[in-house]
DNA sequence: TTCTAATTGAAAATGATTATCATTTACATT
DNA sequence: AATGTAAATGATAATCATTTTCAATTAGAA
């Protein structure tokens, strides 16, 4: 039964959630239900393949359900600053074609099987951004304080 | 005085080095430089650019030494078996251009600063690979108890 | 020299994840 | 239904990389 929730409620929620964020929300529906069979299930989900797990450097795991039709293709926008994460499938068909290319081109070369590949844009988001620049000016012109 | 003998340290060490290591390393040779200040000029260098910082899923920081040309491109094979990383920089042009074209298409649709990117393939290495062929065939088989 | 701010090392605190272990559940076989 | 057994679970403790704290040291300006 815990797992049935935990997977009906990762379908619910979010891309890109937590074990802690997925943990409260399967928690309040279910008070029974622990944090520790929350980790065990998204590691066996993992396995399984049904979702994909991500680091994306801030210190916590974000999982992914894994849904769709391009299940090894995972693409991200992922501001420095404030964590914020972008999907993205732009491009996808010549980005495939390289990458191909290159999973062919390595694979032979370096006798490694490739199951995935994921690549991190990283930079800093619309809101850093104007953020970064208020800043700057306040602090160029020395107004507002 | 820390700073430069870390500087100096990371320059030796191999690359993808974790702050573990490269506080032992340091540490052999200057046993006045604790844990802390390896974490914190390792942050320090990070932030001016002399070094990457990566995160491969073992839990532990791997860091870069920032030198050479291509300094916004970090592409690595990751074994998902034993951990090992390997570098490559095959295909570079072809790649650079589809990414260049990427990542004009990103950052105008979502007005995002692209600073760097990096690209992970997720697989396992020549050695885990031929590791499961013989346990496959052992179980298969029956063989060897 | 004297003052001040930055740097440091040691140790404690933090926080996500993992391991432990007794209890509960599932379920195949009576 | 009753029983037995292995898997699953929840609470808690343990782990471990990283961060914070804080007193002491250092560096550099005045």
């Known amino acids: 039964m815990p797992r ?3 997977l009906e409620a990762l379908r619910k929620a979010n891309k890109h959630f937590s074990t802690e964020e997925l943990y409260h929300v399967v928690h309040k529906k279910y008070p029974a239900i622990g944090l520790a069979t ?3 299930t998204l590691e066996l989900l993992c396995q399984i393949g049904l979702i994909f ?6 210190g916590l795991s974000r999982y992914e ?3 769709g039709p391009d299940q090894n293709h995972h693409h991200h926008l992922i ?5 914020r994460i972008i999907d993205f499938s732009e491009l996808v068909e010549e980005e495939t074609r390289v990458t191909r290319e ?3 081109v390595l694979s032979k070369k370096y006798n490694f099987k490739i199951d995935s590949h994921q ?3 990283l930079g800093l988001c619309e809101k850093c951004l104007s953020d970064l620049k208020g800043s700057d000016l306040s602090a160029a012109t020395g107004t507002l304080k």
């Open 79 to 83: 501001c420095t600053t404030c964590g």
């Open 119 to 121: 690549t991190h844009f």
């Open 4 to 6: 049935q929730a935990i």
């Open 38 to 40: 929350v980790y065990r």
């Open 102 to 104: 290159l999973e062919n």
């Open 65 to 67: 359900l894994a849904v």
């Open 53 to 58: 797990k991500f680091d994306f450097g801030d």
